[in-house]
C-alpha cells in the first residue's frame, strides 16, 4: 500500500535554531500533503495545507513565517520550525492525499521535537 | 459544540472483550475514517467509510449517515490494540478529528 515517509523521527534541538521536518509519500506522488501538531493528550490539529508547486494554505492561529512550508515536488513537502522555542516542543505529523475516487489521507510516523 | 465527537474518552478491558468505540457529528462529510494511534505517535488509517460496514481481521466498522454516527468494533480484543483511536471527518480536503479514545487492553 501507499507510504509516507517522515524523516526525522525526533529532534532535539536548542532555542533559537531552525528544524526541517521532510515528509515524502514514497509510491505515489501527492498534489495535497498536509501538516498537523499534537500536543500530549490532545488530538492533531491541521495546521496547513501544503501544495505542490503553490503556497501553503495556513489555518488561523499558524504563523507562516514561523513554520515555513515547501512542496517543491509531487512526492516532498517539507516543514520548517524557524527559531525553535520550547513552545514549540510537540509532536508534528505529516499526511498525504493519494487523490482519486478513494480520497486516502497517508500519515507518516510523525516528528518529535524538543526545544531546549 | 464540537463537530465530532467519540466515546468513551477512555476504556480499559480485558484481553478478548468485545470493544465498541463510538463516533457521532454533526456536519456533513465525504467519508469518514477512523485511525489508530500508537504509543510512539505513528498513526495508521484503519478504515475510510462513506457507507454502510467495513471489516478487515478483527476489526469491523460501520457507518449511519442518516444518524451521523459511525462506531469501530474490536472482537476478541489482545493487548496489542491497546492505542488511541481516533475518527475524523473528511470534508472537500481536510480532515476534522475527534479527541480521540484510549483504549487498554488488559491482559
Known amino acids: 500500500g501507499a507510504v509516507v515517509s517522515q524523516h526525522p523521527s525526533r529532534v532535539i534541538c536548542k532555542s533559537g535554531t531552525s528544524v526541517k521536518i521532510e515528509c515524502r509519500s514514497l509510491?505515489?506522488?501527492?498534489?495535497?500533503m498536509f501538516w498537523y501538531r499534537q500536543f500530549p493528550k490532545q488530538s492533531l490539529m491541521l495546521m496547513a495545507t501544503?501544495?505542490?508547486?503553490?503556497?501553503?494554505?495556513?489555518e488561523q492561529g499558524v504563523e507562516k513565517d514561523k513554520f515555513l512550508i515547501n512542496h517543491a515536488s509531487l512526492t516532498l513537502s517539507t516543514l520548517t520550525v524557524t527559531s525553535a522555542h520550547p513552545e514549540d516542543s510537540s509532536f508534528y505529523i505529516c499526511?498525504?492525499?493519494?487523490?482519486?475516487?478513494?480520497?486516502?489521507?497517508?500519515f507518516g510516523a510523525g516528528t518529535r521535537l524538543s526545544v531546549l | 459544540k464540537n463537530e465530532v465527537e467519540q466515546s468513551p474518552q477512555n476504556l480499559t478491558a480485558q484481553e478478548g472483550e468485545f470493544i465498541t468505540i463510538n463516533c457521532s457529528y454533526s456536519?456533513?462529510?465525504?467519508?469518514l475514517h477512523w485511525l489508530q494511534q500508537h504509543p510512539g505517535g505513528g498513526i495508521v488509517s484503519l478504515f475510510m467509510?462513506?457507507?454502510g460496514k467495513k471489516k478487515h481481521g478483527r476489526l469491523i466498522a460501520t457507518i449511519n449517515i442518516q444518524e451521523k454516527h459511525s462506531s469501530l468494533h474490536i472482537t476478541a480484543s489482545h493487548p496489542r490494540d491497546s492505542a488511541v483511536y481516533i475518527c475524523?471527518?473528511?470534508?472537500?480536503?481536510?480532515?476534522?478529528f475527534g479527541q480521540g479514545t484510549r483504549l487498554t487492553i488488559n491482559p
Open positions: 475524523a471527518l473528511q470534508g472537500a480536503q481536510k480532515l476534522v
Open positions: 501544503s501544495n505542490e508547486g503553490s503556497k501553503a494554505t495556513y
Open positions: 499526511s498525504a492525499n493519494e487523490g482519486g475516487p478513494k480520497n486516502i489521507q497517508y
Open positions: 467509510l462513506s457507507s
Open positions: 456536519v456533513g462529510i465525504s467519508a
Open positions: 509510491d505515489f506522488q501527492a498534489t495535497t
